[in-house]
């Protein structure tokens, strides 16, 4: 972990801080914004699933209030004619989340915690798991949830801080938050931090 420590030191001590600390202000501000803008990050959330950041953002984008409006066939056309890999069920999973629209940012911010706003995600719309359910809910200006993706992973496995897992289950993606809280609390930095440091360190780019 030292290496990685001393990684990411340097790194707060550069222009990507600036970079990272924007990003962060703009959640913090996407989380206090009108339910239609929270749902729309619920979508796009729910299009990363098994497909990338890069390309949730280009059809977001694209699609805009679409996400409240257009018909789950008509979702779906549009899903698939802007290239998405699944654009079937996603337009199911957005039609359904859709009874969660009003009142969403209400609901999220009504639990004890931050881990309990996320079970209640991932048990409640259809299509996000617990790293979407934490994405979504970094992306509002949550700060203590941790994203597990295969770059995290990897990055973690390459730093022998923890072993592959063959799948990601609950329990496991558990186990290797509390690894990611340790080296937040060694950085002297929170989760969501972490993640934007470290998606830097193992793509060089910084998304949402």
């Not at 996400?67 to 699944?86: A, I, P, V, Y």
Request: some cysteine.
């Amino acid at each position: 972990m030292k290496d990685l420590l001393s990684r990411l030191d340097s790194l707060k001590r550069s222009n990507i801080k600036k970079t990272i600390d924007t990003r962060l202000t703009e959640f913090r501000g996407l989380g206090k914004s009108p339910n239609g803008n929270i749902f729309s990050e619920l979508c796009f959330c729910l299009l990363t699933a098994n497909y990338s950041a890069e390309g949730g953002m280009r059809i977001q984008n694209s699609i805009g209030d679409g996400f409240c409006s257009l018909s789950e066939n008509d979702l779906s056309t549009k899903l698939r004619q802007l290239g998405h890999r699944f654009p079937n069920k996603r337009a199911e999973f957005i039609s359904e989340a859709r009874k969660h629209k009003e009142g969403i940012g209400e609901k999220i911010h009504s639990f004890p915690g931050e881990k309990d706003a996320r079970n209640w995600l991932a048990e409640n719309v259809k299509g996000l798991g617990y790293k979407e359910s934490s994405h979504f809910l970094r992306n509002i200006g949550f700060e203590n949830v941790a994203i597990i993706d295969f770059h995290i992973v990897d990055l973690l496995v390459k730093e022998k801080l923890i072993e592959r897992p063959k799948t990601l289950t609950k329990k496991k993606y558990i186990e290797i938050e509390k690894v990611l809280e340790d080296i937040a609390k060694n950085a002297d930095m929170n989760l969501a931090e972490l993640d934007l440091y470290l998606w830097y360190i193992e793509t060089g780019k910084i998304l949402k």
